[in-house]
Protein backbone atom coordinates (compact mmCIF):
# COMPACT_ATOMS: atom_id res chain seq x y z
CA UNK A 1 0.00 0.00 0.00
CA UNK A 2 1.03 3.50 -0.77
CA UNK A 3 1.17 6.68 1.52
CA UNK A 4 -0.65 8.33 -1.28
CA UNK A 5 2.98 10.37 -2.26
CA UNK A 6 4.23 10.19 -6.35
CA UNK A 7 7.32 10.65 -8.04
CA UNK A 8 10.89 10.39 -6.15
CA UNK A 9 11.03 11.62 -2.79
CA UNK A 10 12.31 14.51 -1.68
CA UNK A 11 15.84 15.53 -1.17
CA UNK A 12 15.34 18.14 1.43
CA UNK A 13 17.22 18.25 4.51
CA UNK A 14 16.66 20.61 7.00
CA UNK A 15 20.20 21.59 6.89
CA UNK A 16 19.62 22.87 3.95
CA UNK A 17 18.71 25.97 5.64
CA UNK A 18 22.03 26.63 6.71
CA UNK A 19 23.45 25.77 3.72
CA UNK A 20 21.21 28.13 1.95
CA UNK A 21 22.32 31.26 4.15
CA UNK A 22 25.61 30.45 4.19
CA UNK A 23 26.01 30.41 0.26
CA UNK A 24 24.36 33.33 -0.12
CA UNK A 25 25.96 34.96 2.74
CA UNK A 26 28.75 35.20 -0.23
CA UNK A 27 26.84 36.69 -2.43
CA UNK A 28 25.20 33.66 -4.31
CA UNK A 29 21.49 34.11 -5.79
CA UNK A 30 19.24 31.19 -5.44
CA UNK A 31 20.04 29.58 -8.61
CA UNK A 32 23.95 29.30 -8.01
CA UNK A 33 23.01 28.07 -4.38
CA UNK A 34 20.64 25.23 -6.04
CA UNK A 35 23.71 23.96 -8.32
CA UNK A 36 25.79 23.46 -5.01
CA UNK A 37 22.76 21.94 -3.64
CA UNK A 38 22.84 19.82 -6.87
CA UNK A 39 19.07 20.70 -7.40
CA UNK A 40 17.23 22.40 -9.47
CA UNK A 41 16.08 26.25 -8.76
CA UNK A 42 12.20 24.93 -9.09
CA UNK A 43 13.03 22.46 -6.51
CA UNK A 44 14.42 25.61 -4.09
CA UNK A 45 11.34 27.47 -4.62
CA UNK A 46 9.10 24.31 -3.72
CA UNK A 47 10.96 23.97 -0.56
CA UNK A 48 10.18 27.19 0.05
CA UNK A 49 6.19 26.69 -0.07
CA UNK A 50 6.31 23.13 1.62
CA UNK A 51 8.83 24.21 4.37
CA UNK A 52 8.79 27.26 6.14
CA UNK A 53 11.99 26.83 7.83
CA UNK A 54 13.27 27.10 4.70
CA UNK A 55 11.06 29.33 3.59
CA UNK A 56 12.34 31.76 6.25
CA UNK A 57 16.01 30.84 5.27
CA UNK A 58 15.40 31.93 2.04
CA UNK A 59 14.08 35.14 2.67
CA UNK A 60 17.45 35.61 4.99
CA UNK A 61 19.46 34.94 2.19
CA UNK A 62 17.87 37.50 0.08
CA UNK A 63 18.90 39.92 2.59
CA UNK A 64 22.61 38.79 3.51
CA UNK A 65 22.94 38.29 -0.68
CA UNK A 66 22.33 41.92 -1.18
CA UNK A 67 24.24 43.19 1.82
CA UNK A 68 26.98 41.18 0.18
CA UNK A 69 26.86 42.87 -2.82
CA UNK A 70 26.11 46.61 -1.42
CA UNK A 71 29.10 46.23 0.97
CA UNK A 72 30.95 45.36 -2.20
CA UNK A 73 30.08 48.44 -3.78
CA UNK A 74 31.00 50.37 -0.28
CA UNK A 75 34.56 48.97 -0.33
CA UNK A 76 35.70 49.60 -4.04
CA UNK A 77 33.78 52.41 -4.53
CA UNK A 78 37.14 53.98 -4.99
CA UNK A 79 38.95 51.43 -7.03
CA UNK A 80 39.77 52.58 -10.34
CA UNK A 81 38.93 49.05 -11.04
CA UNK A 82 35.80 48.47 -9.75
CA UNK A 83 32.91 48.39 -12.35
CA UNK A 84 30.37 50.17 -11.14
CA UNK A 85 28.47 49.91 -14.39
CA UNK A 86 28.22 45.85 -14.10
CA UNK A 87 27.90 46.17 -10.19
CA UNK A 88 24.54 48.79 -11.30
CA UNK A 89 22.85 46.31 -13.40
CA UNK A 90 23.47 43.10 -11.25
CA UNK A 91 22.15 44.90 -8.20
CA UNK A 92 18.95 46.31 -10.19
CA UNK A 93 18.20 42.80 -12.12
CA UNK A 94 18.85 40.92 -8.49
CA UNK A 95 17.05 42.81 -5.98
CA UNK A 96 14.22 44.76 -8.24
CA UNK A 97 12.38 46.02 -4.75
CA UNK A 98 15.40 48.07 -3.20
CA UNK A 99 17.22 48.83 -6.72
CA UNK A 100 14.58 48.44 -9.82
CA UNK A 101 14.48 51.37 -12.38
CA UNK A 102 10.32 50.72 -12.36
CA UNK A 103 8.37 53.10 -10.31
CA UNK A 104 4.45 53.81 -10.09
CA UNK A 105 3.24 57.35 -10.87
CA UNK A 106 -0.04 58.17 -9.77
CA UNK A 107 -1.20 61.04 -11.71
CA UNK A 108 -4.14 62.98 -10.81
CA UNK A 109 -5.65 65.36 -13.26
CA UNK A 110 -8.52 67.70 -12.11
CA UNK A 111 -10.17 69.23 -15.59
CA UNK A 112 -12.87 72.14 -15.12
CA UNK A 113 -14.67 72.02 -18.56
CA UNK A 114 -17.36 69.46 -19.77
CA UNK A 115 -15.60 70.47 -23.44
CA UNK A 116 -11.74 69.50 -22.47
CA UNK A 117 -12.97 66.54 -20.97
CA UNK A 118 -14.95 65.31 -23.61
CA UNK A 119 -11.78 66.32 -26.56
CA UNK A 120 -9.36 64.49 -24.14
CA UNK A 121 -11.80 61.34 -23.80
CA UNK A 122 -11.89 61.29 -27.77
CA UNK A 123 -7.92 61.74 -28.07
CA UNK A 124 -7.99 58.45 -25.83
CA UNK A 125 -10.40 56.98 -28.14
CA UNK A 126 -8.01 57.81 -31.39
CA UNK A 127 -5.24 56.48 -29.35
CA UNK A 128 -6.87 53.36 -29.24
CA UNK A 129 -7.87 52.79 -32.45
CA UNK A 130 -4.43 53.99 -34.00
CA UNK A 131 -2.79 50.86 -31.92
CA UNK A 132 -4.87 48.36 -32.89
CA UNK A 133 -4.42 49.53 -36.15
CA UNK A 134 -0.53 49.83 -36.20
CA UNK A 135 -0.05 46.34 -34.27
CA UNK A 136 3.50 46.65 -34.35
CA UNK A 137 3.93 49.57 -32.65
CA UNK A 138 2.88 49.50 -28.88
CA UNK A 139 1.49 52.76 -27.50
CA UNK A 140 2.30 52.67 -24.06
CA UNK A 141 -0.40 54.57 -21.53
CA UNK A 142 2.60 57.11 -20.41
CA UNK A 143 2.31 58.14 -24.90
CA UNK A 144 -1.47 58.26 -24.56
CA UNK A 145 -1.58 60.72 -21.15
CA UNK A 146 1.70 62.79 -22.24
CA UNK A 147 -0.51 62.95 -26.00
CA UNK A 148 -4.04 64.00 -23.70
CA UNK A 149 -1.84 66.44 -21.53
CA UNK A 150 -0.34 68.20 -24.18
CA UNK A 151 -4.35 68.34 -25.58
CA UNK A 152 -5.37 69.14 -23.02
CA UNK A 153 -2.70 72.17 -21.41
CA UNK A 154 -2.91 73.63 -25.26
CA UNK A 155 -6.54 74.18 -25.39
CA UNK A 156 -6.25 75.37 -21.56
CA UNK A 157 -3.75 78.04 -22.80
CA UNK A 158 -6.39 78.94 -25.35
Not at 12 to 24: A, E, I, S
Not at 90 to 101: E, I
Not at 133 to 141: E, L
Request: one cysteine or more; proline letters at 3%; charged letters at 35%.
Amino acid sequence: MTNGKVGRPSKYDPDYCYKLVDMMRQGMSIVEASVRLDVHPDTIYEWAKVHPEFADAMEMGRRVSQAWWEEKARMNIESKEFNSKLWEYNVRCRFRKDWGVNQQHDINLTVNSAEAIEKAEMRIEEAKKKAKSQRDKKITIDEIMADVTATTTSEADV
